[in-house]
């Protein structure tokens, strides 16, 4: 419930926090900055605080602390404002040797909610992590303590992503062009690497807060992400097809031609290859790529003519595009599509085709392998950026089920980044 601290001068043994929601919090008796004098009656002045800790630990029943109070007590911690974040990097106290108490501290990963309790250590923050009936917080690193830390322990293999407007370095998924298509390439894989990228160390926590939509307001964006061939356009286009009223999905762009009789009823916004390069250079899209001699691409501009339009919007992007659609006028509520277990992804995808721009064929045994490490390493190294994970096993199922979600995220209170629900 509280750690101690020497006076290396005076030799003095210091109550250094106390533990939010412990029992020495509860009991109001001891408080930051108290001097402690004796522990059943054995005087403590001098020792070291393993010292003290070894008294505590053979003592039984009753433990009597003769305290001299801290004159100036810090404010309480039961009265300052809770914080809530959202963890961007894992950590887990147990690897980490700075930490004063190993036992007090908390190990948490990317993308858990985080209820924090007391700031007023700059090293050592308390937090409880959500959904939690835990009322006794833990210790974690402050945001400086922990940023400093990830840049000194993390090996320099970062690399700053230049966004340029070169077309040949385009990622590519071919759903986000062609859902209405007939034949499609298949994405590339394209999670190699599981460490904190330099966004996520710039800000290791971010603050979040609970938004809830108003019915006024447009539409939050859904966008569905996961492995390439775990189905996210398959439940795309069926959500849609079911819903074609409240859920659509943004026009493509293509300098693809105009075939005979599209004009009626257009499935592209046509345009020509100078006005689709100018739209990469302004960073209209979201992703774009070739496909067979011509550029698809999805924009910022057609999801905002959903969104206009009081529907929502639904896009399924690969996922390290999603930090871009991450601001406070998209709003994005981002669900994670993840294969089911190994027995169910191979039975529920017997009649399965992987439709590539060579052929339409069965799934593999290698290419079953190769979705589950996909989405392993996608959702390790992502999760931050997901609202939900939902699996995919039974295709009619998870389609209710994200029906359900996109209805949750647009009429019910989520949290998101704080600057979102700040006008
Ligand atoms: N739950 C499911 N049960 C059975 N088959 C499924 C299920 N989900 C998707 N499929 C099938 O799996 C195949 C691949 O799905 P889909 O094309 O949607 O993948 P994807 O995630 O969009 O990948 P890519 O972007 O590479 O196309 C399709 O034949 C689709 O019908």
Same mark, same amino acid.
């Given at each position: 419930?509280?750690?101690?601290?020497?006076?290396?001068e005076?030799?003095?043994?210091?109550?250094a926090?106390?533990?939010?929601?412990?029992l020495?919090?509860r009991?109001?008796?001891l408080h930051?900055?108290?001097?402690?004098?004796e522990?059943?009656?054995?005087?403590?002045?001098?020792?070291?605080?393993?010292?003290v800790?070894?008294?505590?630990?053979?003592?039984?029943?009753?433990?009597?602390?003769?305290?001299?109070?801290?004159?100036?007590?810090?404010?309480?911690?039961c009265c300052?404002?809770?914080?809530?974040?959202r963890?961007?990097?894992?950590y887990?106290?147990?690897q980490?040797?700075?930490?004063?108490?190993p036992d007090?501290g908390?190990a948490?990963? +990317?993308?858990?909610?985080?209820?924090?309790v007391?700031?007023?250590d700059e090293?050592?923050?308390?937090a409880r992590k959500?959904?939690?009936?835990?009322?006794?917080?833990?210790?974690?690193?402050?945001a400086g303590?922990?940023?400093?830390?990830l840049?000194?322990?993390?090996?320099?293999?970062?690399?700053?992503?230049q966004?340029?407007?070169?077309?040949?370095?385009?990622?590519?998924?071919?759903?986000f062009?062609l859902?209405?298509?007939?034949?499609h +390439?298949r994405? +590339?894989?394209?999670?190699?690497?599981?460490s904190?990228?330099?966004?996520?160390?710039?800000?290791?926590?971010?603050?979040?807060?609970?938004?809830?939509?108003?019915?006024?307001?447009?539409h939050?964006?859904?966008?569905?992400?996961g492995a390439?061939?775990?189905?996210?356009?398959?439940?795309?286009?069926?959500?849609i097809?079911?819903?074609p009223?409240?859920l659509?999905g943004?026009?493509p762009h293509?300098?693809?031609p105009i075939r005979?009789g599209?004009?009626?009823?257009?499935?592209?916004h046509?345009?020509?290859k100078?006005?689709?390069e100018?739209?990469?250079?302004s960073?209209?899209?979201?992703?774009y790529g070739?496909?067979?001699?011509?550029l698809?691409?999805?924009?910022?501009?057609?999801?905002?003519?959903?969104?206009r339009?009081?529907?929502i919007?639904?896009?399924d992007?690969?996922?390290?595009?999603?930090?871009?659609?991450?601001?406070s006028?998209?709003?994005?509520?981002?669900i994670?599509i993840?294969?089911?277990?190994?027995? +169910?992804?191979?039975?529920?995808r017997?009649?399965?085709r992987?439709?590539?721009?060579?052929?339409?064929?069965?799934?593999?045994?290698?290419?079953?392998?190769?979705?589950? %490490?996909?989405?392993?390493?996608?959702?390790?190294?992502?999760?931050?950026?997901?609202?939900?994970?939902?699996?995919n096993?039974?295709?009619?199922?998870c389609?209710?089920?994200?029906?359900?979600?996109?209805? %949750?995220a647009?009429?019910?209170?989520?949290?998101?980044?704080?600057?979102?629900?700040?006008?």
């Amino acid at each position: 419930g509280a750690t101690i601290r020497k006076d290396e001068e005076t030799g003095e043994i210091f109550i250094a926090r106390v533990i939010h929601g412990g029992l020495a919090d509860r009991s109001g008796l001891l408080h930051p900055g108290d001097l402690l004098v004796e522990v059943n009656g054995n005087p403590v002045v001098g020792l070291d605080p393993e010292q003290v800790i070894q008294i505590l630990m053979d003592s039984q029943g009753t433990i009597l602390f003769k305290v001299l109070p801290n004159e100036t007590p810090a404010s309480s911690s039961c009265c300052a404002k809770s914080v809530f974040v959202r963890a961007m990097v894992d950590y887990c106290p147990l690897q980490d040797t700075s930490i004063p108490c190993p036992d007090a501290g908390m190990a948490f990963r +990317r993308g858990d909610l985080l209820e924090v309790v007391d700031q007023s250590d700059e090293r050592w923050w308390q937090a409880r992590k959500l959904p939690s009936a835990a009322s006794c917080a833990r210790l974690i690193p402050s945001a400086g303590r922990l940023k400093s830390r990830l840049s000194t322990s993390e090996p320099r293999k970062i690399r700053t992503k230049q966004m340029t407007a070169s077309l040949s370095s385009a990622g590519f998924r071919q759903s986000f062009c062609l859902w209405r298509r007939t034949s499609h +390439r298949r994405r +590339r894989q394209s999670c190699t690497s599981c460490s904190p990228t330099l966004s996520s160390l710039s800000s290791p926590y971010e603050e979040v807060s609970l938004y809830q939509r108003h019915p006024e307001e447009k539409h939050r964006l859904i966008v569905l992400a996961g492995a390439s061939g775990v189905g996210v356009n398959e439940l795309r286009k069926r959500l849609i097809k079911t819903n074609p009223l409240s859920l659509q999905g943004p026009l493509p762009h293509t300098t693809r031609p105009i075939r005979a009789g599209e004009l009626a009823k257009p499935e592209y916004h046509f345009v020509s290859k100078e006005l689709f390069e100018y739209m990469v250079v302004s960073h209209r899209f979201v992703e774009y790529g070739e496909f067979r001699g011509h550029l698809y691409g999805t924009s910022i501009d057609a999801i905002d003519d959903v969104l206009r339009r009081g529907q929502i919007c639904i896009v399924d992007v690969e996922p390290h595009n999603v930090q871009m659609l991450r601001t406070s006028r998209l709003k994005p509520f981002v669900i994670f599509i993840k294969p089911p277990s190994p027995e +169910r992804l191979r039975e529920t995808r017997r009649e399965a085709r992987i439709i590539s721009a060579q052929a339409s064929r069965a799934f593999t045994e290698d290419d079953f392998l190769q979705l589950e %490490e996909a989405s392993r390493l996608l959702e390790v190294k992502y999760r931050h950026l997901f609202d939900r994970v939902l699996v995919n096993e039974d295709l009619q199922e998870c389609c209710s089920r994200l029906f359900s979600l996109i209805q %949750e995220a647009q009429q019910e209170p989520q949290w998101t980044p704080v600057g979102w629900s700040q006008k």
